[in-house]
């Protein structure tokens, strides 16, 4: 078990990515005290094609126990956390900045939407950015 702060928000931006991040937090038995749920306009199984092969999604397949939430909406609402939804899917939307004013969490992990831009990264919260990507 990882110890995690009192108190910790995520900001799940709509992919597949999010969820494979939402599923391994929970299963370190990270605690999520709050949601910020991005628009989710998007097709998974297209999403999931297009982006097996570039983020080596299949290593995460091959992990005993590993199952990847689909329906991040309803995986979401299932939880025990205070949810706010939002109808934008960008991070500086000022309904998605209204949301982390709101939040009690001190920490929040991001897993995009865009670029944190000024008004957001003023808040006073400490954002912690969940990106993949290859490394030279």
Do not use: W
């Amino acid at each position: 078990m990882i110890n995690s702060p009192k108190k910790i928000a995520i900001i799940l931006y709509p992919s597949i990515r999010s969820m494979t991040y939402l599923q391994a937090i929970l299963d370190l038995k990270f605690e999520i005290d709050e949601i910020v749920l991005l628009k989710s306009n998007f097709n998974v199984d297209k999403i999931f094609f297009n982006e097996y092969s570039k983020y080596n999604y299949e290593n995460f397949l091959k992990i005993e126990d590993f199952s990847l939430i689909y329906d991040i909406n309803s995986f979401c609402k299932s939880l025990d956390v205070k949810i706010y939804e939002s109808d934008s899917s960008n991070i500086n939307d000022a309904t998605v900045i209204n949301f982390v004013k709101k939040l009690k969490s001190d920490f929040i992990l991001f897993t995009g939407g865009g670029i944190l831009k000024k008004d957001i990264l003023t808040l006073g919260k400490k954002f912690i950015h969940i990106h993949p990507g290859v490394l030279p």
